[in-house]
């Protein structure tokens, strides 16, 4: 039985493009055969995807997203992926880790929320499949955020996890949206069948912004494990596809006038043997890829995080990126100093395997780290305020949300008594400071601080952010007294008058086997 599925609810018309006079109609070349479907033990073939209408776009300016469920970036190498070699090298292809539970599993609902509208899941609300909780009327994915925009840029996605469509993680406003059964009709053929129409949109019509799905990789992940080698076959599958996607684009009539920028991202990594939703590194191992216009090629950034497609997508479009998402451009970096700090690997962390870098109690130029009320011993590593990352800091110790740091990117600094008391040391309590740089604040009535703060408390620590004018007394300006986690702090400082200089610093004490406070990307304006 052939079986093919488009929602027409889930197409808008508008203007179709008609195809140069120039150039024949790929509508009307002979389509590659689609894959065949099994079904008792008889191959049938899926019928073609009709073409759906798509508006003709307004701008020169396109961009093309292709996420990839299930694909854990270290897997990329081994494969046979030529494109998507390509495309790294060509490009940016920043790393990172997810968040797990309580925040939200490492499944695709939540990862590709995650992705879609380019918020964590703490403001999303998608936590699992379910996608009870979601919050898609704040928080629209970046094609209906286009169209909130300006309707007149032409959207397109076809995807064939259909409950992207219907749970309306990529919503009704886009113009044409193609969904597809993966789960119903077997993911290999229903990827075919996204890349087919894909190809033919994107050569014959004239989307400003697409996104394409595919999902074959997280199945042969759920079927063989990340380690095998039917998951480098599908990863070398998808990656054909990639390249059939990329080369509808160059046969453009207008290609040689157009900017064109490439997103590949995924939702969540695999383990070894199989399999995610739970907090291990390999379950966490995400991915944002960008080629394009101004974007950097080989560049290897640790602050992309998985919030950052929207903006990779108004970037490509020459559009300022939105407000009220936790997404930045993917083609500039934070500037924020701690990214300059030299990592070792590990000491007192045998856990942690020794290949890993990730601490380092050298502050980078112009701040300081007060450690002289430490007592002596504690695990070195965390021995006052350091300087680690996502994977060396929640290797250290699992699912004590220390994977929720989210809003912290790249090399944050850290103080971890929960950590530091589990090796013996002299009687006392975690005390350390961390001491910014002098900040100018001649002539202003107030500033505002900035900071990524992630704080865990219990029992007796203490956490206060102090200022000092001109190296006068400390003022607290912030005491920290119950958890917050994975927050952006806005504080409102007042300048005395004639002040000229301003130092932050953040105070962890009367802590032993406590929690932990973490500080990133501190900004005075």
């Given at each position: 039985m052939q079986r093919w599925r488009i929602l027409p609810a889930l197409v808008a018309a508008a203007v179709s493009v008609p195809a140069p006079a120039a150039v024949?109609?790929?509508?009307?070349?002979?389509?590659?055969?689609?894959?065949?479907?099994?079904?008792?033990?008889?191959?049938?073939?899926?019928?073609?995807?009709?073409?759906?209408?798509?508006?003709?776009?307004?701008?020169?300016?396109?961009?093309?997203?292709?996420g990839l469920d299930g694909l854990r970036h270290d897997r990329i190498a081994p494969a046979d992926a030529p494109n998507l070699d390509a495309l790294i090298s060509g490009g940016t292809f920043g790393t990172s880790l997810l968040y797990t539970s309580p925040m939200a599993a490492t499944s695709s609902g939540p990862g590709w929320s995650t992705i879609a509208t380019s918020v964590w899941p703490d403001l999303h609300g998608v936590k699992d499949n379910t996608f009870a909780g979601k919050h898609y009327d704040q928080y629209p994915d970046f094609l209906t955020r286009l169209e909130n925009t300006n309707a007149a840029y032409s959207t397109y996605a076809a995807l064939d996890w259909k409950?992207?469509?219907?749970?309306?993680?990529?919503?009704?406003?886009?113009?044409?949206?193609?969904?597809?059964?993966?789960?119903?009709?077997?993911?290999?053929?229903?990827?075919?069948?996204?890349?087919?129409?894909?190809?033919?949109?994107?050569?014959?019509?004239n989307p400003d912004a697409s996104f394409v799905y595919l999902g074959a990789i997280d199945?042969?992940?759920?079927?063989?494990?990340?380690?095998?080698?039917?998951?480098?076959?599908?990863?070398?599958?998808?990656?054909?596809?990639?390249?059939?996607?990329?080369?509808?684009?160059?046969?453009?009539?207008?290609?040689?006038?157009?900017?064109?920028?490439?997103?590949?991202?995924?939702?969540?990594?695999?383990?070894?043997?199989?399999?995610?939703?739970?907090?291990?590194?390999?379950?966490?191992?995400?991915?944002?890829?960008?080629?394009?216009?101004?974007i950097a090629a080989g560049a290897r950034p640790a602050d992309t995080r998985l919030v950052d497609v929207t903006a990779a997508v108004f970037t490509g479009l020459r559009l300022a990126v939105p407000g009220g998402i936790d997404g930045r451009r993917v083609d500039t970096r934070t500037g924020d100093p701690f990214e300059g700090v030299t990592l070792s690997g590990r000491t007192d962390e045998t856990g942690i395997p020794a290949g890993v870098l990730g601490y380092s109690h050298t502050p980078p130029s112009g701040w300081s780290a007060d450690a002289s009320r430490m007592p002596s011993g504690g695990v070195q590593e965390w021995r006052g305020w350091a300087f680690t990352t996502d994977e060396f800091w929640s290797r250290a110790a699992r699912d004590q949300q220390r994977e929720l740091n989210?809003?912290?990117?790249?090399?944050?600094?850290?103080?971890?008594?929960?950590?530091?008391?589990?090796?013996s040391h002299e009687t006392g309590t975690f005390d350390s400071t961390l001491v910014s740089p002098a900040y100018t604040v001649t002539g202003r009535a107030s500033v505002t601080l900035a900071y990524a703060t992630h704080y865990r408390v219990d029992g007796a620590q203490k956490a206060q952010v102090l200022v000092s004018f001109d190296g006068g007394a400390d003022t607290l300006v912030k005491n920290y007294t119950a958890d917050a986690?994975?927050?952006?702090?806005?504080?409102?400082?007042?300048?005395?008058?004639?002040a000229t200089s301003m130092r932050v610093k953040f105070h962890y004490f009367d802590a032993t086997n406590n929690w932990y406070w973490a500080v990133d990307d501190l900004r005075v304006s």
């Open positions: 024949a109609d790929p509508v009307a070349d002979p389509a590659p055969a689609p894959e065949g479907k099994v079904l008792n033990g008889v191959t049938t073939l899926a019928a073609p995807v009709p073409v759906p209408d798509v508006p003709n776009g307004i701008s020169a300016d396109k961009v093309l997203v292709i409950p992207l469509a219907d749970q309306g993680t990529f919503g009704p406003r886009i113009d044409a949206r193609v969904a597809l059964d993966g789960d119903a009709d077997g993911y290999p053929a229903e990827d075919e069948r996204v890349t087919q129409v894909s190809e033919t949109v994107l050569r014959t019509r199945i042969a992940g759920h079927g063989s494990g990340a380690g095998s080698a039917a998951y480098l076959t599908a990863i070398h599958d998808a990656d054909a596809r990639i390249g059939r996607l990329l080369a509808a684009v160059r046969a453009r009539p207008s290609y040689a006038s157009e900017r064109w920028t490439v997103v590949v991202a995924t939702d969540h990594g695999h383990t070894d043997a199989g399999g995610h939703g739970g907090s291990s590194i390999e379950e966490r191992r995400t991915f944002v890829l960008a080629s394009g216009p101004g989210v809003r912290s990117r790249g090399i944050f600094a850290v103080a971890d008594s929960d950590e530091w008391d589990d090796k986690i994975a927050r952006n702090e806005s504080l409102r400082v007042t300048v005395p008058a004639g």
